[in-house]
């Protein structure tokens, strides 16, 4: 057992893949020397070389659209686009490209690149520092989305999603890199595609992923002295959604709530809910529930809190749905 | 560079065709053979005929691809017309292993590196989006975006590097990228052009600049002559007569044996016009004369060959009716193919979505494959009548 942090943990799972494949390369702004704004790439670029831990120029399009072009001659690019709001630019080369080269080449050409993006709210950044994207992703067929929550899953998924064969949008919650816990290195990872349950409960579903999971279990924990208790799933694969644990859950609590930092209208809340609703209308107690951002730019960080859900939100739309 | 420099160089010479030390020639619009000193090709009689051989069939190609979209055949077809010289040169001029990343025009380029003329139709009837493997072609599917492909060319070129395959010109490998005059204001295009610099790729940026993005001249996408642009990078520009075969073979081999050799990218500008329409929905009488095309036609890439062929006495009547038997069958072997063409099968849209399917769509796939199956007429056939 070693204790990890998250973004040690994805430092961790990054050398291994890189150790275990030649083919794998990381790229993307100040990744080489400096080891990246969070250090996620940290110690890297002296182990490996600058020809596989590669600093590019500041310039997100082109970072994956070379990207692109290293997959086509054999390669396993790992880009990294340093904050969630400058994905944008590169967002042509990943849906109009990326997503659908693949499918375009009846399945000739595979395109093996994981992009990891660190992403959400909550340490007081400037704008564009602190969005949720995942929705623009989720919704492009082609690509898969993931976020992890945890040390171990960012120990595992990082190495899970780079051996993959497809395009993998990987989100790393940027608020929680410093939270530890202890990593059983040695195990066996379960599959990248299913969601957890990571607390058990009975009174309703709590579903989340990425920065919210935390948000979540403290919700479940103050509920309990309550005595509400509430099932938290950390769905972790964004798309392909894994939908048989999320209907397991709510068959047992008959009552959901979906949490994400991300704005309510066309969030994945609504996709959750609208396919929750169809499977088990009949056997829900309450109608499916969002705690979300607001439709609203990201404010301003003195009052991020405000707009983030937190504790006491979660809180208040569970006791909504308990009501019904 | 100083401020007169500058003030010589944004004169409007960024649509003069004129022929002289900025435009690299080695043909005349008369079929004359001139020398250039930086670029000498020496070339067979049997190497001569090839040449004009591509560029006759490669035409032929594309007028009976116009033709069948105006009989409703194709839905589109993006004519190159008047082009041929510029991607027959620059085609021929690769190797085998050099990997090509083509616009969605290059069907010149296509026709040298063998791919199949009824797989470009494919993709504008609406059969496909691209239907060969570019692996085994080292020709890319084509891309539709502007532009887009400059980076995907650039990053190949960068994985020939992280292989080592650059450095020795019998074994170096390098990459083309095909663009237009309009995409050289695109974003991703100068970025390729910052990658590949700061990476000394074993890259050649091949610019068509056709002077038309659609209804746009060129002095609407630059203020300086295309091939200026890469000095800003820090890499070699050439602008050559792109309606001249053996000169933009020569340049284009030169520019692909320094990238092969580590010398990094080379911008090569092939100075050419486009004389049909941006595309079969595109209608040039709206936004340009009859006589700058009238003036174009006198720089015919094709009859320039021609007449140099005659000159040269390297041809007889034979080789002309022979080659007009080919170019006539194989339009005939287009059109048959073209007409015959299956649509591919509506549930075929749910494969290779992924490498390793998802629930989802095997979910859709399944629905959809009982929804169809549910029309009493065995109506399986998708949403055309």
Redesign the interface.
Known sequence: MTTLTIAKALNEGLRKTMEEDSKV?IMGEDVGKLGGVFRVTDGLAKDFGD?RVMD??L?E??I????????????RPVCEIQFDGFVY?AY??IV??LA?M?????????MPITIRIPFGGGIGAVEHHSESPEAYFAHT??L?VVACASPVDAYFMIQQAIN???PVIFFEPKRRYWEKADVDVTATPESL?KARVVRPGTDATLVAYGPMVKTCLDAASAAEEDGRSLEVVDLRSL???D?ETVFASVRKTKRLVVVHEAPSFVGLGTEIAARVQEELYYEMEAPVLRVTGFDTPYPPSRIEEEYLPDLDRVLHVVDRSLGF | MSLTDLAVETTPVATSSAAGPELVQLLTPEGERVSHPDYDINLTDEEYRGFYRDLVLVRRIDIEATALQRQGELGIWAALLGQEAAQVGSGRALRAKD?AFPTYREHGVAWCRGVDPLKLLGLFRGA????W???EKRF??Y?I?IG?Q???????????Q??GAVGDLETGEATIAYFGDGASSQ??VN??F??AS?YNAPIVFFCQNNQWGISTPTANQTRIPLYQRARGFGFPGVRVDGNDVLATYAVTRKALDDARTGQGPTLVEAFTYRMGAHTTSDDPTRYRLATDLEAWKLKDPLERMKAFLYKQQIVNADFFSELDHDADELAARIRKGCLEMEDPSPLSMF??????M????REQQEAFSTYLAGFADGHTTGGHA
């Not at chain 1, 693949?102 to 595979?110: C, D, E, L, N, Y």
């Not at chain 2, 496909?128 to 239907?131: E, I, L």
């Open positions: 390369v020809d590019t120029p310039a399009s082109g994956i659209g070379t990207a692109i072009g290293l997959a086509l001659r054999g390669y630019p042509d080369q109009s490209q659908k693949h499918a375009r080449s009846k399945g000739t050409v595979k067929a082609g898969k993959s064969d497809d595609w798309s392909p959604l939908y | 990997f496909s989006n691209g239907g493997d570019p692996q890319q599917l891309t975006v887009s400059t980076l995907h060319a650039t990053g190949y070129a960068m994985g020939i992280k292989d974003g991703d970025e390729a910052v990658f700061v494969e290779h979505v992924y490498d390793e998802t629930p989802l769509v």
